[in-house]
Every structure is written in structure tokens, then in C-alpha cells.
């Protein structure tokens, strides 16, 4: 299914040459397609390269290069033939596809009124892979839960270490244990929903507003769904963190993720650090690059604590 789902937005020759590459598409992380630049695979972590033979290579020669021509006919694929159905996607850099995979685009942008209008001239796409990986979140839910409720946990990442793959999972695991949550998934990343439908597991007792703004979605969970947990993936903004307030002193558990290498470089965001300092997680979870998604060094409790 995950191959079918990424092959179908691919370029006709670069979906055959890739094709005849003998991939495990569970090890594929992100696909780049840059204009008269090679194509560009994360593979198991490792930055490699398609060649026009249809191998994975390191070395530099014989490489598939990306045309202008490529690009369009990538980006017709992953809108159907209708950019403007996906003009507000647009508008934040990348579009969702079915199966929660994420293309991150590049190009000329188009200001209105210091708002982003649309990018035109599109020049680069990154092909990010989403994966579904079942009980990768098994060791961090012992941690933070207490008496089978969750405790509110931040997972902390630079981008590409598996931090959605690890919400996803424990989101599920909360769930499926007995508590009720509701999912705020504004890039349709998490559940991956397709016409209404999610397509990862996130448990039997999950609810999820799908494609909406976070501050509004957990505000709207409250207020319709009651909620024992609410998640959310890449929090950082001022509305972000008024809603969380909002959602925590309701009674509402919070699982959520946000960009950093550490908890020490959240405290350069001023909003973060409001959160620090309040107390408002109990334990942070510190994740980094390694051969499998999701990998924690550190677990911590708000005091700075390490627990594993």
C-alpha cells in the first residue's frame, strides 16, 4: 500500500527506474526531487542517490538528473490535475497525500499582505514517507502513564527523527488502554485520514479533527468530545500554547511533540519556555537520529530528572 501510495505521484520515468531498484520501502524515509539535480533518497537513514540504471548508489555518476518538465508532472499527480483544490496546503509549504506521506515544496512565493498567498515556480519537492510502526512507543508509555492515565509528556526532535511515528504509536497504546483522546491532526499526518476515514491505527477510543488549525481543534475536542488526552504534533506558536493552557486546566492530559535537539533549546522560544517554567509537562522525551524511527536517549521528568 505504502508503495503504491508514493509510486503514483512519481514522475512516470523516475516511478520506473525506482521501480528496479531493489528497496524495502519500511527502510525508505524521504524521496527529494530537486530541478537539474540528482534524485536524492533517504534510505536507512543514509542520504543516497537513484541512478538512470535503477540502483541505489553513493557514488556520483550515472545519476537520474530532475527536470522542470518531472516536477510538474509530479506535482499534477499529487493534486489530482487541481491545484486549487489544495491552494490553503499550499500556502504552509507542503501538501498531504493519502497515507499520510507529506511533500514539502519549494519554489517562488507569492506575498499578500505579509500573508503567503501560493508558490509558484516550483523547483523542489520532498517526498517525506509516513510510517506506521506498531509498538515502537511500548517502553515510553511505562514511563509516562501512572495508574493506566497518562501523565503529559512533550516529545522532543530535530526534524526526521520519528516523532510523529512515535505520537502515532502512542497514541494508539493510550487509547487502546482505556482513555478517551482526541487529536488535533492539522497537517493530516497522524491518522492520515481519507475522506474522513483514518488510515493508521490510532486506537478504539480515539477521535481526531483532521485538517484543522491546532489552537482551534483542541478547543473544539473540549468543548464537543470531552477528552481525556488531547495530542498534538509540533507545537511551538503563541496559539498553540494558549490552547494547551486552555486544554490543561480542564483537566485535559497533554501529549504532544516540538522541534529542539534538548529541552534546554525549547527555552529559546518564549512561548515554550512559558510552558517549561509552568510546569506544564511532567516528562520530556528527548529523541535523535538513529538506524530506527523514534529512537529515545533521554526521559525526564520536569525537574530534569532522567528516568531511564
Known amino acids: 500500500m505504502k508503495e503504491e501510495e ?9 516511478r520506473t527506474i525506482i521501480k528496479q531498484a531493489d528497496i524495502n520501502w519500511d527502510d525508505l524515509q524521504e524521496i527529494r526531487l530537486r530541478i537539474q539535480k540528482p534524485v536524492i533518497l533517504k534510505y536507512r537513514s543514509k542520504a543516497c542517490y537513484l541512478s538512470e540504471q535503477g540502483k541505489i548508489t553513493t557514488r556520483k555518476e550515472q545519476l537520474h538528473i530532475v527536470t522542470s518538465q518531472e516536477i510538474r508532472q509530479a506535482m499534477e499527480y499529487i493534486s489530482s490535475y487541481s491545484m486549487y483544490a489544495y491552494i490553503e496546503q499550499l500556502k504552509q509549504g507542503f501538501l ?9 515544496i519549494c519554489g517562488t512565493v507569492v506575498m499578500d499582505h505579509d500573508k503567503v498567498k ?9 517526498i517525506r514517507i509516513a510510517h506506521e510502526v506498531k509498538g515502537c512507543a511500548d517502553t515510553l508509555y511505562s514511563l509516562c502513564t501512572r495508574m493506566g492515565k497518562l501523565i503529559p509528556t512533550l516529545i522532543i526532535s530535530p526534524p526526521g527523527c520519528g516523532k510523529t511515528t512515535l505520537l502515532r504509536d502512542m497514541i494508539r497504546k493510550i487509547s487502546d488502554e482505556g482513555q478517551t483522546v482526541g ?7 497522524i491518522g492520515a485520514c481519507y475522506q474522513g476515514v483514518a488510515q493508521n491505527d490510532l486506537g478504539i477510543q480515539t477521535d481526531i479533527m483532521d485538517a484543522c488549525e491546532k489552537g482551534q481543534g483542541m478547543n473544539m475536542l473540549i468543548r464537543s468530545m470531552a477528552p481525556d488526552v488531547i495530542a498534538v504534533d509540533e507545537i511551538g506558536s503563541k496559539e498553540d500554547v494558549e490552547a494547551l493552557f486552555f486544554c490543561a486546566y480542564r483537566g485535559c492530559s497533554i501529549l504532544a511533540t516540538a522541534h529542539g535537539k534538548n529541552k534546554e533549546s525549547l527555552s529559546k522560544n518564549p512561548y515554550m519556555r512559558e510552558i517549561i517554567n509552568k510546569k506544564m509537562f511532567q516528562r520530556y522525551v528527548i529523541l535523535e537520529q538513529r538506524d530506527q524511527p523514534g529512537y529515545i536517549t533521554k526521559i525526564m521528568d520536569e525537574n530534569g530528572v532522567v528516568l531511564n
Open 96 to 104: 498531504t497525500i493519502r497515507g499520510g506521506h507529506r511533500v514539502g
Open 6 to 14: 508514493i509510486l503514483g505521484i512519481l514522475p512516470l520515468h523516475i
Open 118 to 126: 501560493t508558490i509558484r515556480h516550483i523547483s523542489g519537492l520532498n
Open 183 to 189: 487529536v488535533v491532526d492539522e497537517r493530516s499526518e
